[in-house]
């Protein structure tokens, strides 16, 4: 399917933060192969996309969730991690089904596509219903698999054995016409120990993955850390071999000066939460900090059960005012800067390299938000708009991979009541046996 979006202002987040006025984009299947002021003549169309009135822009990408938490959302609030852990997730999670996870996933796919997200990073449980979720929607993904030796992550129900990790690392890898991508899943440090620390590092080695892990979330975990191994979880993640790898690490609140050097050095990509981060009591990391250093941090909401939507708009928005505001700097952090950690800086974190910008032979994941809304008026800069005036509301259409997954504000690939239905029946269900 050959589609052209003609009328285009495009926003290409590429090395020069072009915004290129009035542009063809022509799109041969999966791929961008022109774009231009003209129509090209060697270019025939089965679909035409008008974008006037609207900015074109790579697909947001939430580089930290756990999709399928959103059966878990508004439920346990107002507590710090580990109590919210403990008591408000943990004993759901123990009767997730295959049936549970997918409806949780289709209703946070359904939720990303329609707030402007392509690709997402996920870390959870039963694969094969989010693999499932994800075939049938048409977005992008990196799912990630964990090696477990622990008893705590084996009772919370992780596959564990090694031969089966491998197999899903490697025969997901690339799959779906290149929309699925796998990473070796380290909860934490506090979850796994130390044996499992190491064979997941060479897990990662041996399948040429990346790692996902949670790192350095709140205070308490640092100190625990310090009381058990002696050292930062960070240090801990460099001790057994983590940081050797390609390393995604959520959070990073609590990082002191000599952790943000190690994370520079090793190439560390931090995935700042903050809406998550602000509603468990975990802090703020110091993103200024870590960009002013050379660090290029991504961008994700968590989990719909701590933050509690899934939508990146709001997430940009928060990340480009909390820092003014805490380090009382307008500023520490700028919305240039912002759009990079949702876009070209998140396909890195996800392990692509062939999308987070348009560009002619980069993927086709792209974003249409209007530009006419009440909020969105008068249009005067793109970056800024996007940033501090649009919302999940403004975006129009959604493609991802040539294919468009939402046009004038309506699915394409997911029946919007089916998905409410099931994915309240299951969450009742699921609160039901607690």
């Not at 022109?34 to 003549?41: S, V």
């Not at 295959?98 to 209703?107: N, S, T």
């Not at 197999?167 to 990473?183: E, Y």
């Not at 701590?306 to 940009?316: I, P, R, V, Y």
Request: proline share 3%; hydrophobic share 40%; charged share 20%.
């Amino acid at each position: 399917m050959n589609t052209m979006i003609k009328n285009a202002d495009i926003l290409t987040m590429d090395d020069d933060f072009s915004i290129l006025k009035n542009q063809v984009i022509c799109i041969e299947e999966d791929k961008i192969v022109y774009i231009g002021e003209d129509e090209p003549f060697f270019f025939l169309p089965n679909r035409i996309i008008n974008a006037k009135n609207k900015i074109v822009m790579p697909g947001l990408i939430n580089s930290h969730t756990h999709c399928a938490m959103t059966l878990m959302r508004n439920r346990s609030n107002d507590l710090p991690l580990e109590r919210w852990l403990q008591e408000g997730i943990f004993p759901i999670e123990a009767n997730l089904t295959y049936r549970d996870v997918y409806c949780g996933a289709m209703l946070g796919i359904a939720e990303m596509i329609k707030s402007g997200t392509t690709a997402y990073l996920d870390m959870y449980y039963i694969h094969e219903a989010s693999l499932e979720a994800i075939a049938n929607t048409g977005i992008r993904a990196n799912l990630s698999y964990g090696v477990s030796t622990s008893s705590r992550v084996k009772e919370l129900g992780k596959q564990g054995a090694e031969k089966y990790c491998k197999n899903f690392l490697l025969s997901n890898k690339k799959a779906m016409k290149g929309r699925v991508n796998t990473s070796v899943e380290i909860h934490s440090v506090y979850l796994v120990d130390e044996p499992e620390l190491v064979l997941s590092s060479q897990m990662a080695k041996e399948t040429d993955t990346l790692i996902h892990i949670h790192l350095h979330e709140t205070q308490s975990e640092v100190e625990n850390c310090i009381k058990r191994y002696g050292m930062t979880p960070l240090q801990v993640c460099a001790k057994t071999g983590i940081l050797n790898n390609k390393v995604t690490a959520a959070h990073t609140v609590h990082v002191n000066d000599e952790d943000m050097l190690l994370m520079k050095e090793k190439k560390v990509i931090p995935v700042h939460n903050p809406s998550s981060n602000m509603l468990l009591g975990s802090g703020f990391a110091d993103i200024p900090k870590m960009i002013e250093l050379g660090i290029k941090p991504a961008l994700g909401t968590d989990g719909a059960a701590s933050n509690n939507t899934l939508d990146m708009f709001k997430e940009m928005h928060l990340a480009s005012l909390i820092h003014k505001g805490y380090k009382m700097d307008s500023s520490a952090i700028n919305a240039q800067q912002v759009l990079c950690m949702a876009t070209s800086s998140g396909a890195k974190a996800l392990g692509f390299d062939d999308c987070g910008i348009i560009k002619t032979g980069m993927k086709a994941d792209i974003t249409i938000v209007n530009t006419d809304s009440l909020n969105m008026t008068p249009f005067y800069d793109p970056v800024s708009a996007l940033v501090y005036s649009a919302r999940a509301a403004d975006v129009d259409t959604v493609l991802v991979n040539g294919e468009i997954l939402m046009k004038d504000k309506q699915l394409t690939t997911i029946d919007e009541e089916k998905v409410k239905f099931d994915a309240a029946k299951s969450a009742a269900r699921l609160y039901s046996t607690n």
